[in-house]
């Protein structure tokens, strides 16, 4: 192909269509991209830097900015990392209260990554109805927490504190409200949409195998009809005690990604009204002592749990002191976000650019870090 004849376009990180500081740097030659590659270098944050140097108790409130879309996962995971070394067991009553948080930020990041999927192709209406409705998620989380977007909630051992009953009542309200009001004009306006429909069907295909071979699970797996899911397959917290199905796909492309999201927070709102029935009482922190002096034995554990966008890991190692030796984040979108720009995206339509970066899932933070 004649270099002459193509085109180099910065796509990010300003651009609505891709997803917050991140860049795609692609050539094209009429309306086709013929080559891409990733430019994540906006953040400098130095994540897995940082945590060394913070005791335990200080990253509870740095990890969530691993991923502003996800930021209870990354509490998580970093607690069950700690938990695992230090062979930590956490009162059932807690077990229940995270499962109920993560799966709150499960409906709260689909919903808000609908709305962005949507805005890519011009739906804005589904865009603003999905930050309406992340917003009233995030009431229920300022009612738990103290804070809409960063929590600081699930900590080594535990929660900070407990839900009160009043706010387990509002929760089911919310979860009707949304199951019977919000979903069904959600449905109408984007899921019946013909113009939804011919933007996204057939586009942004990722076949089973190519998602194997890069690492992808969560949609772009499931997309391809794999129900591989670790609430189901190595559970943790209270997964164990609940049932729910795993939603699935057949073609691999961006309409399945979607339609597999929305019937996710179907799944998370059976979810929740369980886990809100069944949950015990008791304590909702094992006693660590001073959270400034946490320290646990010399060790290393790798830990993973099932986030919106797939598997999502972190490999801790503790040498005993006041400080994690070292933290690696694997982020679910790692592999996507950088291989999979540069093998997958050459051959897509300009327009269709938005609809590959969006429909993947793809948070910065986890590969610039």
């Known amino acids: 192909m004649d270099k002459n004849t193509q085109t180099e376009i910065f796509f990010g990180p300003n651009h609505p269509g891709v997803p917050g500081n991140y860049g795609i740097n692609y050539e094209f030659e009429g309306d086709t991209v013929t080559s891409a590659r990733a430019n994540a270098g906006h953040l400098h944050r130095g994540f897995e830097k940082l945590m060394e140097e913070r005791i335990w108790i200080k990253n509870t409130a740095l990890v969530p ?21 230090g062979e930590i067991e956490v009162p059932r009553r807690a077990d229940y209260i995270r499962s109920i948080i993560l799966e709150l930020a499960r409906i709260q990041g689909h919903i ?18 999905g930050t309406l409705t992340r917003d009233y998620l995030l009431d229920i989380f300022e009612e738990i927490t103290g804070a809409r977007v960063y929590h600081i909630y699930i900590r080594p051992g535990g929660v900070r504190q407990d839900i009160e009953d009043e706010t387990l009542d509002k929760i089911l309200d919310l979860m009707d409200e949304l199951e019977n009001e919000r979903f069904p004009d959600l ?21 089973k195998e190519e998602a194997i071979e890069m690492g992808a699970t969560g949609p772009v797996l499931r ?20 049932e729910f199905e795993v939603p699935t796909g057949e073609n691999g492309d961006a309409w399945d990604r979607i339609k597999i ?11 929740i009204r369980q886990l809100i029935n069944k949950i015990p009482d008791g304590p909702v922190q094992a006693d660590l002592g001073n959270g400034l002096k946490y320290k646990i034995p010399k060790g290393d554990a790798y830990v993973k749990i099932e986030s919106k966008r797939g598997e999502y890991g972190y490999y801790m190692v503790s040498d005993g ?17 950088l291989y999979g720009v540069r093998e997958f995206l050459p051959g897509t339509r300009i327009a269709d650019v938005p609809v590959w970066a969006k429909s993947l899932g793809i948070c910065p933070p986890e590969f610039d870090r």
């Not at 999201?261 to 979810?271: E, T």
Request: hydrophobic share 40%.
């Open 65 to 85: 900015r691993i991923c502003v879309e996800e930021p209870d996962i990354n509490e998580m995971v970093y607690a069950m990392g700690f938990e695992a070394i």
């Open 112 to 129: 808000f990554s609908i709305g962005g999927n949507a805005a890519g192709i011009g739906q804005y209406t589904v865009m603003h109805w």
């Open 187 to 207: 449905q109408k306006a984007l899921f019946e949409n013909p113009n939804a429909q011919k933007r996204w069907q057939g586009k942004a295909v990722i076949t």
């Open 223 to 242: 997309a391809n009809g794999v129900p591989h899911d670790l609430r189901k397959m190595m559970p943790y917290a209270a997964y164990d005690d609940v």
């Open 261 to 271: 999201a929305r019937d996710d927070m179907l799944q998370s709102i059976k979810i």
């Open 321 to 337: 002191s006041l400080k994690p030796y070292r933290v690696h984040v694997r982020g679910a979108s790692t592999p996507l976000g």
